[in-house]
């Protein structure tokens, strides 16, 4: 299983081709579109989410709603296309317009452009863009869809936002669903309550805000993943995809900084077997993983998002052009976008757990993938 993304920002559409699911499978435009609604949402986003409707446009790979095999192709429209189309038009635009010169510490411009030999940093937040997650959200959703009939659910919640965090602990996946409502997709009320006015501050300040966002994942059979070579293990193929998400600074399983900090006896989950459970775990400090494999507990990982680098109150720069001292570029932006980061977490877990999923347990058709399904344990 995979796929790759295209798109501008302002330009016509983003763009995905997923590949290697099974034949035969239904997906659900509905259920797609839901994940894309769910990522545009969240308390601190700016201007554009008031203009864009991000909807799922299949080109291949289905037919009457079921899988053929093939690649699956789709587009994600960009409204603000209709407002960029002078400075985006493939062909007609104009390379000149909204040129970009004063690159914002933290950005993909400064080294983008230094790379790719541009003056004009323009070129590189066009696709540099968290804008190019609503390909990955479409992305992930379709294996949500592949993953459901296994009995494998994801949710997300935002741990904190600034220095405003949730009190509740231990969590279970169980305890997530009160995030859905969350403008700031937090489960604790108060926290969610500090959260926003820690927005509604950075906003005022002409600031931004980062904060953890984590992801967990209920009915993996054990053994996904594998221990004998490092690209297998299931713990380092998530932190790759995690950390390819734009802002995403940190990943952690499970506990995992904490477990750096206690001895061994208050790190390990201790192995208990009883007729009704089978082998189970009465703690989870591994997040679910050991060895780079899943261990039949539930996935736990948190990702530490960084602030956005558009700053109102800019930073100090350079103008590309001069080399002389200038105040970083003012783009409409985000002040936060924590919990359409925790969204974004979510569907790319999925994504590597179907990768891994298909990997022990695929078949050529979907069909037979049922047929054959037997989770060890
Ligand atoms: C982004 C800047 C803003 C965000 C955008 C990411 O867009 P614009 O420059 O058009 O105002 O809204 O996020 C999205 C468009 C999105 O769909 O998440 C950036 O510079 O990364």
């Not at 587009?75 to 690159?103: A, K, L």
């Not at 053994?223 to 380092?236: E, F, P, Y």
């Not at 932006?333 to 990997?359: G, H, I, N």
Request: aromatic share 6%; glycine share 10%.
């Amino acid at each position: 299983l995979r796929y790759l993304t295209a798109g501008e920002s302002h330009g016509q559409a983003l763009v995905g081709i997923l590949e290697g699911l099974p034949a035969g499978m239904p997906v659900n435009r509905e259920g797609i579109d839901e994940d894309l609604a769910r990522r545009q949402q969240g308390y601190g986003r700016g201007g554009r989410m008031a203009i864009e409707q991000d909807r799922i446009h299949v080109l291949s790979g289905l037919r009457g709603g079921v899988t053929l095999a093939s690649p699956l192709a789709f587009t994600i429209e960009n409204r603000d296309y209709q407002n960029w189309q002078q400075g985006m038009d493939p062909f007609q635009g104009d390379v000149t317009y909204r040129q970009v010169v004063h690159p914002r510490p933290g950005h993909a411009d400064l080294p983008g452009a230094l790379k790719y030999g541009f003056d004009d940093m323009r070129p590189i937040l066009e696709r540099s863009s968290a804008r190019e997650t609503a390909a990955r959200v479409a992305v992930g959703s379709i294996t949500r869809q592949m993953l459901q009939p296994f009995g494998i659910e994801a949710a997300c919640h935002v741990v904190s936002i600034g220095s405003a965090a949730i009190q509740h602990q231990p969590l279970t996946f169980e305890s997530l669903t009160g995030a859905e409502n969350s403008p700031v997709r937090c489960i604790d009320e108060s926290a969610a309550t500090k959260m926003m006015a820690a927005i509604d501050q950075a906003k005022a300040q002409g600031d931004s805000l980062g904060g953890v966002v984590e992801v967990r994942v209920k009915g993996l059979p054990v053994g996904l993943g594998s221990h004998v070579q490092w690209d297998r293990k299931l713990d380092a193929r998530l932190a790759y995809a995690l950390m390819s998400i734009q802002a995403v600074k940190g990943v952690e399983i499970g506990d995992g900084f904490e477990t750096a900090r206690r001895p061994g006896s208050q790190v390990h989950d201790e192995i208990y077997h009883d007729k009704d459970r089978g082998i189970h775990r009465k703690t989870n400090h591994a997040g679910g993983i050991e060895g780079g494999m899943s261990n039949g507990e539930e996935l736990v990982v948190r990702c530490g998002v960084k602030p956005i680098p558009t700053l109102m109150q800019p930073l100090q720069t350079i103008d590309m052009r001069t080399k002389e001292p200038f105040e970083a570029v003012k783009e409409r932006s985000d002040t936060c976008a924590v919990p359409a980061a925790a969204v974004v977490a979510e569907l790319v877990t999925l994504f590597v757990v179907a990768q891994a999923f298909l990997e022990t347990f695929g078949r050529d058709s979907f069909e037979e993938m049922k047929r054959c399904w037997k989770p060890s344990r």
